[in-house]
Antibody, heavy 118, light 110 residues
Framework: QVQLVQSGAEVKAPGASVKVSCKAS????????ITWVRQAPGQGPEWMGG????????NYAQNLQGRVTMTADISTSTAYLELRSLTPDDTAVYYC???????????WGQGTLVTVSS | QSALTQPASVSGSPGQSITIYCTGT?????????VSWYQQYPGKAPKLMIS???HRPSGVPDRFSGSKSGNTASLTISGLQAEDEADYYC??????????FGGGTKVTVL
């Protein structure tokens, strides 16, 4: 079955960077895009951007441009999200999702809590 | 980015039908048939329940259905069950190659 397994929770100081991993199994990794979504406490989800795993093309949310990088290692079926210059507003659960197109996300990782606090 | 508009809460008794509305604009909900609905239990990841306005993925009970009229999409749960108590989020493609989500609706089974 399709599975996305993410790395563990992180606590970061303001100004630091975080890198979250997402290992996929149960399907051909390069056949699907990976989209990252975050959810702040008590809020709705927020689309962060996505990438075509087989080409490496990326599309980032405008409000994160310059601070976010999404990459993928096809050899290990793993996607990565890096977010830099963290502020307390970046405190959220970060999810990787499998994106088959049509703006839908049909499988989700278990989530990674990133806490930004001094 | 402004979120899609959803009611904060909807409730119903077991066996009843409820409908959750999701209002956007002609740049998102009204302009494309790329509306999805997700169910989320506390502390868990969202689960896709409806995609492309009306499509129900394999394994989703047929008491869940979706529709759209103009700039408003809707999710109907027929024959409400206790296990349907959760948060529900709509999402849509928005012009400019982005996806926008709603603020969420808490469904309570009385």
């Amino acid at each position: 079955q399709v599975q996305l397994v993410q790395s563990g929770a992180e606590v970061k100081a303001p100004g630091a960077s975080v890198k979250v991993s997402c290992k996929a199994s149960g399907y051909t990794f390069s056949n699907y895009d990976i989209t990252w979504v975050r959810q702040a406490p008590g809020q709705g989800p927020e689309w962060m951007g996505g990438m075509r795993t087989y080409k490496g093309d990326t599309n980032y949310a405008q409000n994160l441009q310059g601070r976010v990088t999404m990459t993928a290692d096809i050899s290990t079926s793993t996607a990565y999200l890096e977010l830099r210059s963290l502020t307390p507003d970046d405190t959220a659960v970060y999810y990787c999702t499998r994106d088959p197109g049509a703006a839908r996300f049909d499988s989700w990782g278990q989530g990674t809590l990133v806490t930004v606090s001094s | 980015q402004s979120a899609l508009t959803q009611p904060a809460s909807v409730s119903g008794s077991p066996g009843q039908s409820i409908t959750i509305y999701c209002t956007g604009t002609s740049s998102d909900v009204g302009g494309y048939n790329y509306v999805s609905w997700y169910q989320q239990y506390p502390g868990k990841a969202p689960k896709l329940m409806i995609s492309e306005v009306t499509h129900r993925p394999s394994g989703v009970p047929d008491r869940f259905s979706g529709s759209k009229s103009g700039n408003t999409a809707s999710l109907t749960i027929s024959g409400l069950q206790a296990e349907d108590e959760a948060d529900y989020y709509c999402s849509s493609y928005r012009r400019g190659v982005t996806v926008i989500f709603g603020g969420g609706t808490k469904v309570t089974v009385l």
